[in-house]
């Protein structure tokens, strides 16, 4: 594991998710330590940002700061309108937050299972 890099990480989601709200909402980052095929999950009824561990070590930092803005996202649209979907007014969002519009990641997951 590159913990520099998942330090990094979770750096950049707890700046991004006090910048957009969520921390003063209650929300919090966690890492997912069990999944290997979802990257990234907005759980809104515990008020988390979920980023799979494993997938973040095994991609460029990059990548997983477009998934936490991703997440971030979600979370932002479920508390402006009361759900999420990945719809023109999420990726209106998207736009606004500064991630890709995209609804999945390629990944390495063949890699990691």
């Known amino acids: ?36 095929r979802r990257y990234g999950q907005c759980r809104y009824r515990k008020r988390e940002i979920g980023i799979t561990k494993v997938l973040a070590n095994l991609n460029t930092i990059e990548e997983t700061k477009d998934v936490v803005l991703h997440e971030i996202a979600h979370a932002r649209d479920i508390l402006n309108r009361g759900y999420t979907k990945h719809d023109k007014v999420w990726k209106e969002l998207c736009r606004d937050i500064g991630c890709s519009e995209k609804a999945t990641f390629d990944s390495f997951e063949d890699d990691v299972i």
Do not use: N, P, Y
């Open 1 to 36: 594991m590159d913990l520099i890099k998942l330090h990094k990480v979770k750096e950049f989601a707890l700046q991004k998710m006090e910048e957009w709200g969520l921390i003063e909402e209650g929300w919090s980052f966690v890492w997912d330590t069990r999944a290997v």
